[in-house]
């Protein structure tokens, strides 16, 4: 307990750091005390309002509770930890405005949706506030935050939201789509029958080999439909090779050598 008693006082970063870690503890031990010591420096507002590191916190110890199926329902004499789960309100109304807030740290924004993908009660409404974040309009960094926090919602519906923009999506954001995708089978199946045109569906050869050789038979059957192997050092320099028989510019040349390499 001297020990969740020091987390919870540090505040910042490191208590969000150390309350994944402790909960996992304290969970073992079934102790609701040291898990009400551990929430509740994220349930009360600081001068300045919540903070990011509190939306963190609060979404790791929610992470952990979730990744060992527990759910925390308040005690029947409403003991501390009761008392802490009930004021979770007013910290994710803080997240709710952080993620809408366009003029926001893209940090603070991606802390908060941490949060409210891991409360039910704010998913539907996440849901929808994520998937204006892929518009095209929007900076790669912010759409690959978005495809992160659909991807922790688990939501039968991310397939569809991650292919409707694919098309309008830069190579890395659709490296990080396509992740997100790999991650669960059914997932995967849904990118594989979408209809898009062979150039959307291109791959590097790693993304490629992952799915030809995915454990499940019919994710590979439907690979090797759909995508064009690999292409192999021969391939790359067979389709090279007509620039060998261009004629040379000298003229030229000692232009870009000069430019480039002077």
Do not use: M, Y
């Amino acid at each position: 307990r001297a020990l969740d008693d020091a987390a919870a006082h540090t505040g910042g970063a490191t208590q969000a750091t150390l309350a994944g870690p402790l909960a996992t503890l304290a969970l073992a031990r079934n102790d609701r005390g040291s898990l009400a010591t551990l929430i509740q420096p994220s349930v009360e507002p600081r001068p300045g309002g919540f903070d990011e590191t509190q939306f963190q916190a609060l979404a790791s110890f929610l992470e952990i509770l979730a990744a060992r199926g527990h759910t925390l329902d308040p005690a029947p004499d409403g003991d501390a930890l009761s008392r802490s789960l009930h004021a979770i309100g007013p910290v994710a109304a803080a997240a709710r405005l952080s993620a809408a807030d366009d003029t926001a740290p893209l940090s603070r924004r991606t802390a908060a949706v941490a949060l409210l993908v891991r409360l039910p009660d704010q998913r539907p409404e996440i849901l929808r506030q994520l998937q204006t974040w892929l518009d095209p309009r929007q900076s790669a960094e912010l759409q690959r935050a978005a495809i992160a926090g659909l991807l922790a919602t688990g939501d039968e519906s991310v397939p569809a939201a991650l292919l409707a923009g694919w098309s309008s999506f830069s190579p890395a954001v659709r490296d990080a789509a396509f992740d997100a995708l790999l991650s669960r089978e059914a997932w995967t199946l849904a990118l594989l029958n979408a209809d898009l045109d062979r150039g959307a569906l291109t791959l590097d050869a790693t993304r490629q080999t992952r799915l030809l050789k995915h454990p499940a038979a019919t994710v590979r059957a439907l690979a090797e439909k759909r995508l064009s192997p690999p292409a192999t050092r021969t391939d790359a320099i067979a389709r090279f090779q007509p620039a060998l028989q261009l004629a040379g510019d000298a003229t030229r040349g000692r232009e870009v050598h000069a430019r480039l390499c002077a």
